[in-house]
């Protein structure tokens, strides 16, 4: 099977002056379809294994299928947490169990923002549906697979690899991470945790 770049859900301007045009065209155009394109290689090359029965290079391949394609889901679920037409806050089930899990809206923004802002290197900041734990959980994910808990259902992404940001904010993660906020698509992130919740 091959994958392919996913449409962007709005024109490359329209979330301005939040996230500008040039950076959401490099960020989708490029670095996005870099990732699918190494997706695809990584699923050939393994197959191209199983046919000819040679696993000399398993460790390297899944180690590429788990990085590109964690990398394409990310940035997938990355568009889909931004909206033109944000609501500014949470509501319906996804604010009551913020307010469960977190004990308020404000507490469970200086978690987010946190995580997000101390990142190590290049990774992104998911809040997500533990079905195991029956909770929202925030993780810090290193790289696009790294430090991730297994069986948690993204709600909402932000990226901070720079390449995200870096046209429009430099090395000011904190800023780019509090501009971020104004397009959060929490109407989007409230229909993936009922649909995550089922």
Request: net charge negative; charged share 25%; glycine share 6%.
């Amino acid at each position: 099977m091959k994958y392919s770049l996913p449409e962007l859900p709005y024109r490359y301007d329209a979330l301005e002056p939040y996230y500008d045009r040039q950076t959401l065209r490099i960020h989708h155009d490029t670095h996005h379809k870099a990732y699918v394109d190494g997706l695809n290689n990584a699923q050939s090359k393994l197959e191209e294994a199983r046919g000819k029965g040679d696993y000399s290079l398993i460790k390297h391949w899944e180690r590429e299928l788990a990085f590109h394609g964690s990398g394409h889901i990310l940035h997938t679920l990355f568009w889909e947490s931004m909206s033109p037409d944000a609501s500014g806050k949470p509501t319906d089930s996804l604010a009551q169990q913020i307010i469960t899990d977190f004990g308020s809206y404000e507490a469970f923004k200086e978690h987010f923002i946190s995580s997000a802002l101390t990142v190590e290197g290049s990774g992104w900041t998911v809040l997500g549906w533990n079905p195991a734990f029956d909770k929202l959980e925030i993780l810090q994910v290193e790289k696009h697979q790294n430090l991730t808990l297994w069986g948690l259902i993204p709600v909402l992404v932000i990226d901070v690899w720079e390449h995200a940001y870096y046209l429009s904010h430099q090395n000011r993660r904190l800023e780019y991470i509090n501009s971020w906020w104004n397009i959060a698509n929490w109407n989007e992130a409230n229909k993936k945790l009922i649909n995550a919740k089922r």
